[in-house]
């Protein structure tokens, strides 16, 4: 039987630290409209929350088994990957801070600190994985799933809530503007 070794250290934080040190601590909005660049990355943000959240689910579901230590290491490189591309966005949201409007600058310092937390937690998960595999039933390991679980779960409802937030303001716009009722 092949053991898969996860990978777990530098790469899986990296990208919170060059985003968090790319972009200045202050950053004033150029005006009151949406960003569409910035719009664009909450739905992709959104997106990768909703693949986080269901893999992360998966692998909460396995503590209910007896899947093998393969099947934990398979899910959690899975996992990583979708807080490495996580990271990605928040590093180009953060770039595109200066532009957003207030709302969505407020939705990009949000996310930060919880991809902050999932990463960490996805970090020791993978660390225990690798440290003693065989201890995948043990509650310190079913601890660190089960968290990543319920960050991944919040997070995809932060970012749902904020991309949602921006297609109402959008639609409540529109209808303003065929009911003139906007200067």
Same mark, same amino acid.
């Given at each position: 039987? *092949?053991?898969?070794?996860?990978k777990? !250290?530098?790469p /899986?934080l990296?990208?919170?630290? %060059?985003?968090?040190f &790319?972009? #200045?601590?202050?950053?004033v909005?150029a005006?009151?409209?949406?960003?569409?660049?910035?719009?664009?990355l909450?739905?992709?943000?959104?997106?990768?929350?909703?693949?986080l959240?269901?893999d992360?689910?998966?692998m909460?579901?396995?503590?209910r088994s007896?899947?093998?230590?393969?099947?934990?290491?398979?899910?959690?490189?899975?996992? *990583?990957e979708?807080?490495?591309n996580? !990271?990605?966005l /928040?590093?180009?949201?953060?770039? %595109?801070?200066?532009? &957003?409007s #207030?709302?969505?600058?407020?939705?990009?310092?949000?996310?930060?600190?919880?991809l902050?937390?999932?990463?960490a937690?996805?970090?020791?998960?993978?660390?225990?994985?690798n440290e003693?595999?065989?201890?995948?039933?043990?509650?310190a390991f079913i601890?660190?799933?089960?968290?990543?679980?319920?960050?991944?779960?919040?997070?995809?409802?932060l970012?749902?809530?904020?991309?949602?937030y921006g297609?109402?303001k959008?639609?409540?716009?529109r209808?303003?503007?065929?009911?003139e009722?906007t200067?």
């Amino acid at each position: 039987m *092949k053991l898969y070794t996860v990978k777990a !250290g530098f790469p /899986l934080l990296a990208f919170i630290a %060059a985003a968090y040190f &790319a972009t #200045p601590p202050t950053v004033v909005a150029a005006d009151n409209e949406d960003s569409p660049g910035v719009t664009s990355l909450l739905a992709d943000a959104k997106a990768e929350a909703v693949e986080l959240k269901t893999d992360a689910g998966d692998m909460d579901s396995f503590t209910r088994s007896n899947l093998s230590w393969a099947s934990y290491a398979t899910k959690a490189e899975m996992i *990583k990957e979708h807080v490495n591309n996580s !990271g990605k966005l /928040l590093g180009k949201l953060q770039e %595109a801070e200066a532009t &957003a409007s #207030p709302w969505q600058q407020i939705a990009i310092r949000r996310i930060e600190p919880l991809l902050r937390e999932i990463a960490a937690n996805t970090e020791a998960t993978i660390n225990h994985l690798n440290e003693d595999p065989s201890k995948i039933h043990f509650p310190a390991f079913i601890d660190h799933v089960k968290a990543n679980h319920q960050l991944a779960t919040a997070l995809e409802a932060l970012v749902r809530d904020f991309v949602s937030y921006g297609e109402a303001k959008r639609e409540l716009e529109r209808l303003g503007e065929t009911l003139e009722t906007t200067d």
